[in-house]
Structure formats: structure tokens, C-alpha cells
């Protein structure tokens, strides 16, 4: 926690020329400004002090730090400002947020110049509403079904074909749990069938709960599109069912029992592929493992990768067991 005040503390006084004058709270990966100021807690270790005004334009009340970038939300809430330390990385957002919006309603970009050196900006449109999961339940089918037609729209530009290489080698070396053993041996042959020479498309890659914003209007939004990548071309249109948040349970259960089938059939047919209903829990499966073997993890070591898996597995296999379909 130290070290992270710490980074977060380092952050700030990098980005102070474009930060709002006043006291700063630290949290856990972010820095809000105080509205309210009291001299009480001047010595706090998770207060910072920014003296003098912004060195140019409206300047930014909050700071939130992220490996790699840091995210300034302009103080009228119009717009945020990412920071990166890598040109490169600020062509491979903008070169990904192009590609995602034709498809799904993602927050306008722009690159623009920042008064920082050594700092590279790209400035969005500030998206205001609610994270998935903080949404009102009744939300959460809708935004669901809005998020399933952005997919089918993007499955109509698949490209390549998945090589699974020695994915099943390596799954097959693993002693999981019985029950998750169990469970991909009983489905194994299914896995191997969508899976390999699966339609690539390039997506999201990070569709879950708290990158989908649900606007007052009750429109979808989809922010963060730092990790778009090759995967499965119903990878994105499942990634929202492996978390293990109510809203992920509420989704899953009722896509198990095939409330989303329709959407799931266009998604399907974009991609040149028939949707299969009595398949539903190993498409579920095959996210997983996608998961599991995506680039970022597929270097690391095994464990890391049997980890992620499991876990996975194991929430399908508590939804399976509450009554509804049987696996
Ligand atoms: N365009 C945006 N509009 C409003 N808030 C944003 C926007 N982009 C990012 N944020 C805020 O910053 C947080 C982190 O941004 P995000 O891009 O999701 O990075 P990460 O997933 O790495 O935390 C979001 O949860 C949201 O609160
Ligand atoms: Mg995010």
C-alpha cells in the first residue's frame, strides 16, 4: 500500500502543470482534489499539496495511475487526458479505437500535445454514467443485449483462423481440481472443435463490468481500449459472463438458460459459424482458456495460466450446479 501511495505520490507532482491548484486525497490508484479543505490533515501522508494554477488550459482535478499511463479527468468533466511515457503507445490506442468504432460506442479520441516532456497525451470524451456493475439491476439484460448486437456488427470483420498449437497439450499435463478436471474432460472434445481454426477477430479484449458504462439515457458506452488483440471471434461477447461480481452471475445464469440465444445466433452467423445452444457451457469454457492463453499470459508460467482457468471453471460450474442446466 505504501509503495502505491508512494508511485501515486511520484505521479502527481510529474503531472502538477496541468493539475488544478489545491489539496489532493490519495486512494488506492487514484488522487482526487478535496473540495472541502481542512488544515487538520496537512501532514497526512495521503494528502498532496499543488500550489499555483494549471501552467495552461482548464487543468484536471483527479488522477488515476495505471501501469503505464495515467488518466487526468478535466475539471468540467468533458474530457480525460491519458499520459503515456511511449509514443508508440499513444499510436496503438488511437490505431485501436478506430478500429472498435465502427463496431461498438466508444468515447471519441484525439492524440494532442502536452505541456509535460517526456509525456505523450491522448484526450477522449469524458463518458458520464455508471460501471455495469453499479447499475441499476434492471440494466443489466439490456445493456447486455445493446453490447451483444456491437458484437455481432464486429464478427462481420473476422480475419484468420486460431491455431490452438499445444493449448490442450499443456491443459491436458495440468492436475486441476477433480471437478474442473472433470468438467473439461467431459467437454474436451467440444473445446477442441470450437476452438480450433475458430474465425480471429480482432476485439475488446477487456469487456468487463467496469468497461461498459450505462449512460442516464440507458445507452451502452465502452471505454478502455487499451488491449484490443486477436481472440475468438465470441470471445468479447462471453468475457462479460466469467466474472464473479452479481452482475456477472445474474448475466451467466441467465444465458445458460438461454435467455441471449437470439443475439448469440447473430453474433454467430456475422462470424460465417452456427450458434449451437446445447453447446452453451463449453463456449463459456473456451473463453476461459482463451483467457488463459492470451499473449499476456502466455509467456508467464504455466501456473499463472492454470489459475486464471480454474477459477474460471469453477464459477460455471457453481451456476451449472444451482438447479439450472446440468453439465
Ligand atoms: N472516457 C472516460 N470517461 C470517463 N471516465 C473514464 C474514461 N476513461 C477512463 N475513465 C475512468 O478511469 C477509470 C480507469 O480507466 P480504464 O481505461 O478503464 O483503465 P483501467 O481498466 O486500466 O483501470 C475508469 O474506471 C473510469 O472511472
Ligand atoms: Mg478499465
Known amino acids: 500500500m505504501l509503495k502505491a501511495w508512494w508511485r501515486l505520490r511520484r505521479a502527481l507532482s510529474e503531472a502538477t502543470p496541468l493539475l488544478q491548484a489545491g489539496d489532493y486525497w490519495l486512494e488506492e490508484g487514484a488522487a482526487r482534489r478535496l473540495v472541502t479543505d481542512s488544515d487538520n490533515w496537512r501532514l497526512h501522508p495521503r494528502r498532496f499539496r499543488i500550489t499555483g494554477p494549471p501552467s495552461s488550459g482548464p487543468g484536471y482535478d483527479t488522477v488515476i ?8 479527468l478535466g475539471e ?5 487526458l ?5 509514443q508508440g503507445e499513444v499510436d496503438r490506442l488511437m490505431t485501436n479505437s478506430r478500429w472498435l468504432r465502427p463496431a461498438f460506442p466508444c468515447p471519441a479520441a484525439e492524440t494532442v500535445p502536452v505541456e509535460l516532456p517526456g509525456w505523450f497525451g491522448v484526450r477522449e470524451d469524458f463518458v458520464s454514467g455508471r460501471i455495469l456493475r453499479d447499475a441499476a439491476s434492471n440494466r443489466w439484460v439490456p445493456i447486455y443485449r445493446k453490447f451483444l448486437g456491437c458484437c455481432a456488427v464486429n464478427a462481420t470483420r473476422c480475419e484468420g483462423r486460431l491455431e490452438t498449437k499445444g493449448w490442450f497439450n499443456e491443459l491436458d499435463s495440468w492436475s486441476s481440481p477433480p471437478q474442473v478436471h472433470q ?3 467431459f467437454w474436451h472434445d467440444e473445446l477442441v472443435e470450437i476452438l480450433d481454426g475458430a474465425p480471429l477477430l480482432r476485439s475488446h479484449g477487456d469487456a468487463h463490468n467496469g468497461n461498459l458504462i450505462v449512460t442516464e439515457e440507458g445507452d451502452l458506452v465502452v471505454i478502455d481500449v487499451e488491449r484490443v488483440e486477436a481472440q475468438p471471434f465470441f470471445f468479447d461477447a462471453l468475457s462479460i459472463l466469467r466474472g464473479s461480481e452479481e452482475v456477472n452471475q445474474h448475466l451467466r445464469r441467465r444465458y445458460l438458460s438461454g435467455l441471449f440465444d437470439n443475439e448469440l ?3 454467430w452467423q456475422a462470424a460465417g459459424e452456427r450458434f449451437w445452444p446445447e453447446l452453451r457451457i463449453p463456449y463459456l469454457l473456451a473463453v ?11 509467456d ?14 469453477q464459477k460455471v460450474q457453481a451456476d451449472c450446479e444451482s438447479g439450472r442446466p446440468s453439465c
Do not use: T, W
Open 288 to 298: 476461459a482458456v482463451c483467457h488463459a492463453f492470451r499473449p499476456q499470459f502466455a
Open 76 to 80: 468540467g468533466r468533458d474530457h480525460v
Open 183 to 185: 468438467l473439461l474432460s
Open 82 to 86: 491519458r499520459l503515456y511515457r511511449d
Open 300 to 313: 508467464g508460467p504455466a501456473h499463472r495460466r492454470q489459475e486464471k482457468l480454474v477459477k474460471a471453471v
Open 265 to 267: 445466433m447473430a453474433v
Open 65 to 72: 495511475r495505471r501501469s503505464g499511463c495515467l488518466i487526468l
